[in-house]
């Protein structure tokens, strides 16, 4: 059984830098697109990006120049990685296995439990 | 970005009874749409995708249907444990996005 488990502060200040992980255990990295997604009372749930195992990336260009993903292959681990934190990025933020099926269809099929992050002085 | 607007955003229903959310996109997604189910406190969980392709080990009570940029998630028969909050999602072009979402509370 695939799952996913979100790691990180809590609670980040106003100016600094999120940094999330998602380890991922019980399958591989390989051959998914790995997104974070994050969901606030005000936005709902927003797609972040997602990065490729083989390597691109792809973001949201609401959040494009703030945002670096990674993918440590090794470790099957995703980062995510957002500067300048305001409040309005105060949210839970989601890592989740995107699938392309043999169809040509994009989904979630996994999701892990979720970080709550903060961002106060 | 493709907008997607869920209706109603809250609704509700007693066990039995058949259950109809909308969904409509800004702009035509041909099949790309996929629903979810979130329960308090729980991630959000894959229910349809393709617009009427079942998750394994979701019940067949579910189904998606499409007419023109909108999709319907209906409930047949509804059962306790679906009382929850539904998602669409749009996956024809990024940035994907999601419904505002919708509530199905007991009567």
């Known amino acids: 059984q695939v799952q996913l488990q979100e790691s990180g502060p809590g609670l980040v200040k106003p100016s600094e830098t999120l940094s999330l992980t998602c380890s991922v255990s019980g399958g591989s990295i390989n051959g998914y697109f790995w997104s974070w997604i994050r969901q606030s009372p005000g936005k709902g749930l927003e797609w972040i990006g997602y990065?490729?195992?083989?390597?691109?990336?792809t973001y949201n260009p609401s959040l494009k120049t703030r945002v670096t993903m990674s993918i440590d292959a090794s470790k099957n681990q995703l980062s995510l990685k957002l500067v300048s934190m305001t409040a309005a990025d105060t949210a839970l933020y989601y890592c989740?296995?995107?699938?392309?099926?043999?169809?040509?269809?994009?989904?979630?099929?996994?999701w892990g439990q979720g970080a709550q992050v903060t961002v106060s002085s | 970005d493709v907008q997607m607007t869920q209706s109603p955003s809250s609704l509700s229903a007693s066990v039995g009874d058949r259950v109809t959310i909308t969904c409509r996109a800004s702009q035509n997604i041909d099949m790309f749409l996929n629903w979810y189910q979130q329960k308090p406190g729980k991630a959000p969980n894959l229910l349809i995708y393709?617009?009427?392709s079942l998750q394994s080990g979701v019940p067949l009570r579910f189904s998606g249907s499409r007419s023109g940029t909108d999709f319907t998630l209906t409930i047949s028969s509804l059962q306790p444990e679906d009382f929850a909050t539904y998602f669409c999602?749009?996956?024809?072009?990024?940035?994907?996005?999601f419904g505002q979402g919708t509530v199905v509370e007991i009567k």
């Open positions: 989740a296995r995107g699938v392309r099926n043999d169809g040509g269809f994009y989904f979630f099929d996994y």
């Open positions: 393709g617009v009427a």
């Open positions: 999602q749009q996956s024809y072009t990024t940035p994907w996005t």
């Open positions: 990065k490729y195992y083989s390597g691109s990336t």
